[in-house]
């Protein structure tokens, strides 16, 4: 995986479509998916890449379509589901009600419950509903529309879902379904974005580029390119313990971090942010947003526990289109804290370097 693109060598026109949240190139959509869900550096998606997405579910449909038919080839996911069926000949456990009605009704059956292997679960239904929605949005080109309905040829036997009804935090995944995780993850990303219209009662699509969802995503992104691309920094997303002098820390909130690089001893905490508007407003006076800064400077001093001054805090930005970007470095009770923007609507190869330039702005020639 190269800074390109994840897919090197290959040549790239640039799409010039863009969403209507931070003006954020759909390609890049698809790179910042890449890293955050590594799968997708698997040869199957390559031509993915390379096609132009007017839209972001345009995007998502062409992903979902080619990762449900590389799960066929696999073969899909199934588990026992519990069953209750009238029989003529004895399965499982006897129903009594059932087995009376039938009785009653002079029926030669018995009503039997057993659990049965069944492609009918969670997770294909996910699958099913949310590709049967990208198939009813006119925004999905008709390509990726005929791809997903060949796939779903394979799905008869399963059922749809309220997407109202899912318990995202209730799925878990297992060595036979973790093909799943990615695929489930963008059905999540679209099925969190619908809206249900009143009138005729069917499913439209809403902004995807929610401050929530891509704030997530913009999180996942920023560590896995530093992970892959920086080895040596051991990106990762750690828990900082409170440096307390005295006292019972079981009722403190638990400081988790975004990002945090290493390298011998110095260390650089990043959290990123992904806002509609960078800074806020108070009296037409544009400032920093506080909580921010107060986290990451709190962040940073409960680290450097010996006031050594080399761990080093960062707010990183999503640039927005507003005329102001923060970009300063303050030195506060001995540590540095740094607020920096990520232009993200630009060619990949630059919004690699940024991330490159942020590392040797600590780390030197080590990073």
């Known amino acids: 995986m190269s800074r390109q693109s994840c897919n090197a060598g290959k040549t790239y026109c640039v799409v010039f479509s863009v969403t209507n949240d931070k003006g954020i190139f759909i390609r890049n ?9 590594q799968v997708l550096k698997q040869s199957n998606y390559d031509e993915v ?16 379509a080619r990762g449900i038919a590389q799960q066929l080839k696999q073969g899909l996911y199934r588990e026992y589901i519990s069953e209750c069926e009238n029989l003529s000949v004895m399965r499982g456990k006897l129903d009594v009600p059932g087995t009376i ?26 699958l099913k509903t949310t590709a049967i929605i990208l198939l009813r949005q006119p925004s999905v080109n008709v390509n990726r529309r005929t791809a997903l309905k060949k796939v779903m040829l394979f799905f008869n036997s399963v059922e749809m879902i309220e997407p109202s009804c899912i318990k995202w935090n209730r799925l878990r995944y297992r060595r036979n379904n973790q093909t799943y995780k990615m695929l489930l993850n963008i ?15 069917e499913f439209k699509m809403a902004t995807f580029l929610d401050e929530q969802r891509m704030s997530r995503l913009y999180e996942k992104f920023v560590l896995e390119y530093y992970r892959y691309h920086h080895p040596q920094l051991r990106a990762a997303a750690t828990q900082i313990e409170w440096n307390l002098d005295a006292g019972v820390f079981h009722f403190l909130p638990i400081m988790q971090t975004d990002i945090t690089l290493r390298n011998g001893e110095k260390i650089l905490i990043i959290d990123t942010k992904y806002y509609a508007h960078t800074m806020q407003v108070h009296y037409d006076s544009r400032t920093l947003h506080s909580n921010n800064l107060y986290q990451i400077f709190t962040y940073v001093k409960n680290l450097d526990v010996g006031n050594t001054g080399n761990v080093a805090g960062m707010l990183l930005y999503a640039k927005t289109e507003e005329n102001i970007t923060p970009d300063s470095d303050f030195k506060m009770g001995g540590n540095i804290i740094s607020v920096k ?17 942020i590392a040797k702005s600590y780390f030197g020639e080590k990073a």
């Open 29 to 37: 959509i698809y790179y910042m998916l890449t890293y955050a869900f």
């Open 49 to 64: 890449a390379s096609e132009e997405f007017e839209n972001i579910h345009d995007l998502f449909a062409a992903i979902l």
């Open 101 to 126: 009605i039938c009785k009653l009704q002079r029926k030669q059956k018995i009503t039997c419950k057993y659990d049965a292997l069944s492609e009918n679960n969670v997770f294909n239904q996910i």
């Open 187 to 201: 059905c999540y990303f679209v099925l969190v974005g619908m809206l249900l219209s009143t009138d005729k009662g």
């Open 341 to 357: 923007t990520l232009d993200l609507n630009m060619a990949f190869a630059d919004i690699a370097a940024q991330l490159d330039k």
